[in-house]
């Protein structure tokens, strides 16, 4: 059997199930589907999420208590109100009334503030 006879075989698919030929055809396919991605990048990786910075997260925490996270752009610390009152009305014009249990600061890698991660219920 010549090499374009066996190229056009395989190309059309013409090998009967469990021969040889058959299965180089399987490992192929096999070896591109699982191999290709570490070497070729299809771009579909997981996205960042497309949140505007001004958007404040809410979380079911436990006890069904909500948890927010406001982002620190919506706060001024230096601000005439303090930090509890300027997040509790950026948290009730998203959930209207809510009671305050606490609230930590989130930082990034550099001890920079990003945001506030609030504990509230209803």
Known sequence: MSVG???KSYFFWTYERGSFHYDVMVTLILAFIFLTPLVWNYGDHPQESKLRRS?????????????????ATQV????????????QSG?????GQVTMDRYEQVKDPGGRITAYRVWAHR
């Open 76 to 87: 001024r610390v230096n601000g005439p109100a303090s930090i509890e009152t300027q997040l």
């Open 5 to 7: 006879r066996t190229i």
């Open 55 to 71: 958007e404040i997260r809410v979380q079911v925490g436990e006890n069904n208590s909500l948890v927010y996270e406001v982002p």
């Open 91 to 95: 948290i009730q014009a998203v959930s």
